[in-house]
């Protein structure tokens, strides 16, 4: 069933920003506003899953990579299908069972194959929430993220990982062969650690 997306103030705010050409400032400030219209209906798929914040940082760089012109994917948002939300859900579901497919076969068979991901022919422009994210991170302006490290691994600090978990994301495996710490242990460090810290910055800038 096609939809009319009139009244739908989200949508009317996507149509604004895509009038816009594709790398141009008020283009980025059209996906800012559009991602915090999204995050504050409250209406996005959320669960407490370990994974769920790797999906939602995927989602996103989805959103602004193909919600006006198809950069990665077969075609753009058609807003006359469904709502800018259950276009998100659907691909937001999808991650969260394609990474925890990943992490189930890399506990079971440590294979690199499993984290791999399809690496676009070009790359699209960074998201400007994720460039405030990496900037945030780069410069650390307290320094409490390079002191957050793990125990005997100076180098495996917040900044470290947070950046590294970025998209284009490194994954565990590369982490763990590279600094020579159990997945599991990053795992737990970047979720009791880094992760609280990262919303606590998107929180701060009004993300969520």
């Known amino acids: 069933m096609r939809r009319d997306p009139d009244n739908d103030p989200i949508y009317q705010l996507i149509a604004r920003t895509c009038q816009y050409p594709p790398n141009s400032l008020e283009r980025q400030r059209g996906l800012t506003r559009v991602v915090q219209a999204i995050i504050q209906s409250g209406k996005l798929w959320r669960d407490s899953s370990p994974e769920y914040d790797d999906a939602l940082q995927q989602t996103w760089l989805y959103l602004c990579r193909n919600l006006c012109e198809a ?78 490290h793990i125990k005997g691994h100076p180098e495996v600090n917040c900044q470290t990982l947070i950046l590294r978990r970025l998209p284009p994301r490194s994954s565990w495996e590369e982490l763990s062969k590279e600094f020579g710490v159990p997945i599991t242990t990053l795992n737990s460090f970047y979720r009791r650690q880094c992760f609280p810290r990262l919303r606590k910055f998107g929180e701060h800038q009004g993300y969520l």
């Open 71 to 148: 950069t990665t994917a077969k075609h753009p948002y058609d807003p006359s299908r469904s709502s800018v939300i259950t276009w998100l859900d659907r691909y937001l579901k999808q991650r969260l069972e394609d990474l925890r497919r990943e992490g189930y076969q890399q506990n079971a068979t440590t294979s690199l194959d499993a984290e791999k991901a399809p690496v676009p022919a070009a790359p699209a422009p960074i998201p400007p929430i994720l460039e405030e994210v990496k900037e945030w991170a780069r410069t650390d302006p307290s320094g409490e993220l390079c002191r957050t």
